[in-house]
């Protein structure tokens, strides 16, 4: 398994201001994932952080207000752009191994984001 | 209709029951399928994962797989008050290592 630190473990932002969050692994990974979890939901997927290549945003978010950085194949970063309280929520970074047949996802221990 | 779906819950059991936590997915293509426990202010831990049709036991934990129903159960034997979290479903898709959550299952043990 990955261990995955992820920084800060906690914020609370101003809104309009900007907030970027740190995944480091301890292993070289190929993908890295940004996810949201908004109050009471499931996660969510942000994008997909490929290294080398431009972030793989999904439906529903753009690199304007989630701009990714992936420098290499342990590191990642997340930044928030422009907050409002609508992006309150806890952002977790993750990191996949393994195959077609049992690819598995380890998660860092979340950043919960509160802006007022 | 959603990739993976779960019923939200909350399921109360008592304690020393079995509580049985139920999945569905979308993908007929989909070959492993993995169950993940989340407390209430934490991330998700992974606890089970499978492949094959069939029972994969680990402990307390057994997994289910019905690839033909499409169709994925988690079984906690022996049900403890440390078990009570929400449990998510997760299946790879979009390339094996992006992986899809349910929405979870809120379990809570009575003592």
């Known amino acids: 398994s990955a261990v995955i630190s992820q920084k800060p473990s906690r914020d609370i932002c101003q809104r309009g201001t900007s907030l970027t969050i740190q995944c480091q692994v301890d292993?070289?990974?190929?993908?890295m994932f940004w996810y949201r979890q908004q109050p009471g939901q499931s996660l969510t997927l942000i994008a997909t952080?490929?290294?080398?290549?431009?972030?793989?945003?999904e439906s529903g978010f753009v690199i304007d207000k989630f701009p990714i950085s992936r420098p290499n194949l342990t590191f990642s970063t997340l930044t928030v752009s422009n907050m409002s309280p609508e992006d309150s929520s806890i952002y977790l970074c993750?990191?996949?191994?393994?195959?077609?047949?049992?690819?598995?996802?380890?998660f860092g221990q979340g950043t919960r984001l509160t802006v007022v | 209709q959603k990739e993976v779906e779960q019923n939200s819950g909350p399921l109360s059991v008592p304690e020393g029951a079995i509580a049985s936590l139920n999945c569905t997915y979308s993908?007929?293509?989909?070959?492993?399928f993995f169950w993940y426990r989340q407390y209430s202010g934490k991330s998700p831990e992974l606890i089970m994962f499978?492949?094959?049709?069939g029972d994969k036991e680990d402990g307390r934990f057994t997994a289910q797989l019905n690839k033909a129903s499409q169709y994925v159960s988690l079984l906690i034997r022996d049900s403890q008050p440390s078990d009570s979290a929400t449990y998510l479903c997760?299946?790879?898709?979009?390339?094996?290592?992006?992986?899809?959550f349910g929405t979870g299952t809120k379990l809570q043990v009575i003592p």
């Open positions: 993750s990191a996949g191994q393994g195959g077609a047949l049992n690819t598995e996802a380890f």
């Open positions: 292993s070289q990974v190929t993908m």
């Open positions: 997760a299946v790879p898709s979009g390339g094996y290592q992006k992986v899809t």
């Open positions: 499978i492949y094959s049709n």
């Open positions: 993908d007929q293509g989909s070959q492993s």
């Open positions: 952080a490929n290294q080398g290549s431009e972030a793989t945003y």
